[in-house]
């Protein structure tokens, strides 16, 4: 059995590529698998670290704006797109693959409409509630169209044969017990807010956050573990400015990276986070009340979406960028923690949109097409 793969430009596309392919090698130990990403892309690290071969092509995408640096790249993104598929067209017939698997981003345009072409089963997943442009075009003839959230299905091609999959989980997060991870971090009885902006920073979450601290640590009410990234190391800083030394306050852990996510959100009240695809897949699956900031810089406002999927099931908050304050942040806190079970209500409602087995899900759906492709040349 091959398997060829095609995503990447960002983590959120690379990622869920990965724990596919992951399961896919439990399960089928001599199956045969190859990525194909974009060169230059973060897919060329992490890929090869996760254990997989990859080939590269060259392909970009469309800017909006028309200055004349964006009409220069947008003229090289046309002769891309145009060699891009010729690159692909020789990977996927060196391969022969029996299937092939887009998770989105632009590399995936170019590689599973040529394997289209080519009369290859092709398969999409789409991990947003708002899909992307490639995933909108490529709906239509691909063989399923594997959702995350079954908002997206409105947005995308009405011939598209969808099945509702939900987002690859990584299993230490499905493994981690609330109290054992308490116990691991130190904490006490008190809520614990968990909140973070991603692994480079996010400005005006750790702007926000550090004035939400200046409310909440002096009612000593709660503990707080933030993740302030790699871009934002000014933070520790900034809030012994606001009168809030980060070495002598117990009841916060301030990081720079948080390297046991798992035990972190297993161990959390809330979360205080962006709403990316993936974290809010982890968030449902372990039932935990959120306070959702969108990026507003991202392609097709997909997190904002992302977060009314939760907000429209009373599973979540939401604060736009926007209207992002301290004092905002701490009117939130507040409401949800006002009454006994607050965020357990909300933590209940997110469990119940959650999909744990999605890697089950997934894994089936490409067994399926394979059988209908075999039934097909038996026919």
């Given at each position: 059995m091959k398997v060829l793969f095609?995503?990447?430009?960002?983590?959120?596309?690379?990622?869920?590529?990965?724990?596919?392919?992951?399961?896919?090698?439990?399960?089928?130990?001599?199956?045969?698998?190859?990525?194909?990403?974009?060169?230059?892309?973060m897919e060329e690290k992490l890929v090869p670290k996760?254990?997989?071969?990859?080939?590269?092509?060259?392909?970009?995408?469309?800017q909006r704006k028309m200055t004349p640096k964006a009409v220069v790249h947008n003229v090289k993104t046309v002769v891309r797109v145009l060699t891009s598929s010729h690159q692909a067209k020789a990977i996927i017939k060196a391969f022969q693959p029996d299937l092939c698997v887009g998770t989105g981003g632009y590399v995936s345009g170019p590689v599973i409409r040529t394997a289209m072409k080519m009369g290859i089963p092709a398969i999409i997943h789409e991990q947003n509630a708002y899909p992307g442009v490639t995933n909108k075009m490529l709906s239509g003839g691909a063989a399923r169209v594997m959702l995350a959230v079954s908002d997206a299905q409105k947005h995308l091609n009405p011939n598209a044969r969808c099945v509702l999959t939900g987002n690859p989980i990584r299993p230490d997060i499905l493994r981690q017990d609330r109290e054992s991870a308490r116990r691991q971090l130190g904490v006490d009885g008190r809520p614990l807010i968990l909140s973070f902006g991603g692994s480079l920073g996010a400005r005006k979450v750790n702007e926000a956050v550090a004035d939400l601290l200046t409310h909440t640590i002096p009612t000593g009410?709660?503990?707080?573990?933030?993740?302030?990234?790699q871009y934002s190391r000014w933070m520790p800083d900034l809030l012994r400015e606001k009168g809030i030394d980060p070495d002598k306050t117990p009841?916060?852990?301030?990081r720079e990276y948080i390297h046991d996510m798992p035990v972190c959100l297993a161990a959390a009240d809330l979360v205080i986070s962006r709403a990316g695809a993936m974290t809010l897949s982890e968030i449902q699956a372990t039932g935990k009340a959120s306070i959702l900031i969108p990026s507003p810089n991202v392609a097709e406002n997909h997190q904002y979406h992302n977060a009314m999927a939760l907000v429209n099931r009373g599973a979540a908050e939401i604060v736009e960028e926007k209207d992002l304050t301290g004092d905002v942040l701490w009117?939130?806190?507040?409401?949800?923690?006002?009454?006994?079970?607050?965020?357990?209500?909300?933590?209940?409602?997110?469990?119940?949109?959650?999909?744990?087995?999605?890697?089950?899900?997934?894994?089936?759906?490409?067994?399926?097409?394979?059988?209908?492709?075999?039934?097909g040349k038996k026919a």
């Open positions: 095609a995503g990447g430009g960002t983590a959120g596309h690379i990622n869920p590529a990965l724990a596919i392919a992951g399961y896919l090698r439990e399960k089928q130990p001599n199956a045969e698998i190859l990525f194909i990403g974009n060169r230059g892309g996760a254990g997989f071969n990859m080939k590269t092509i060259v392909i970009s995408g469309f009410q709660f503990q707080h573990i933030h993740g302030y990234g009841q916060l852990d301030l009117e939130k806190v507040q409401k949800i923690f006002a009454q006994p079970g607050g965020a357990a209500q909300l933590g209940e409602k997110a469990a119940a949109m959650a999909i744990r087995n999605a890697n089950e899900r997934i894994y089936d759906v490409m067994m399926d097409v394979l059988a209908e492709k075999k039934a």
